[in-house]
Each structure stands twice: as C-alpha cells, then as structure tokens.
C-alpha cells in the first residue's frame, strides 16, 4: 500500500505516528514489499507544500519533521516515476479522461506509480483515484 500526500498529516510530521495503513483483503503477498511506500511525486507535493508556507518557526518544524520522517520510515522505500510509470500514466490519464473525470497530473503519476509497482493508494482522497484500477483504502475511517 502506498501512502497519498493526503495521508501525510501534521502529526506524522511532528513525530508522531500517523495513520497506520492496515492490510486490504485483496492485498497479495507481491504487494507485500510495497507496504507503506510512498512515491517521489508524492514527496514532490509535501516540499512544495511547504515550501509555500510562510517562513518561521512552524514552517521549519515541519520541515524537520518530514526530513526526519522520510529518514526513520520510508529510507529505501521510494517509488520512482520511472519508465513502467510512464507507461501506465498515459492509459490512466486517457480513461479517467474518457470517462469525464480527469486527473491532475501530479495525482495521474501518483495512480501511474502505484499501478507500476502493483500496489494500492491510501488516501483520504478516494474520490481522487477512483476508476484508476487500484485498490484504495481511507486509513482514517
């Protein structure tokens, strides 16, 4: 299961433990080494976020909060948009288009990633890679 930045909330970023990302049924065991990975794009989106913020105490914290939480739990477990990637995001982005819901391109890599590494989305944006062919979780329900 791979973790969407929507996932990523304040509290992983303070140190805390975040939502736990439990086993779908449908999770098979070649999934298994893709447990609560993360993508580069998905890494891409929270720097940006807080890029943004106004400069400052809370900004810098969370800013050594995510550092620290990419070092203890995802080292060695980030996805790439490779060329598998690449393929997959050009059949995601054309039948969420045919289908009248499109995707941004950052959420189109995401699903792209997860689909190439056959593993599934957690979110709280299911709506979001609904019709993606993967399977999603909400870990916050």
């Known amino acids: 299961m791979c973790a969407d930045t929507a996932v990523a909330d304040a509290s992983d970023l303070r140190g805390g433990t975040g939502a736990r990302l439990p086993e779908t ?7 298994a080494p893709h447990r609560e990975s993360d993508r580069a794009v998905t890494v891409a989106e929270v720097s940006y976020g807080l890029s943004v913020l106004p400069d400052g105490r809370r900004r810098h914290r969370l800013e050594d909060g995510f550092k620290s939480l990419l070092a ?6 980030i996805l790439g948009f490779d060329l598998a ?12 288009r045919r289908i009248a819901r499109p995707l941004s391109i950052l959420d189109g890599q995401i699903a792209a990633t997860a689909r190439a590494h056959g593993c599934g989305i957690a979110t709280r944006n299911i709506r979001d ?11 916050f329900v």
């Open 129 to 139: 890679f609904e019709d993606c062919g993967l399977d999603l979780i909400n870990p």
């Open 72 to 77: 203890r739990g995802f080292q060695g477990r």
């Open 25 to 31: 049924e449908s999770e098979s065991s070649a999934q």
């Open 85 to 96: 990637a690449a393929e997959q995001y050009g059949a995601v982005m054309s039948h969420r």
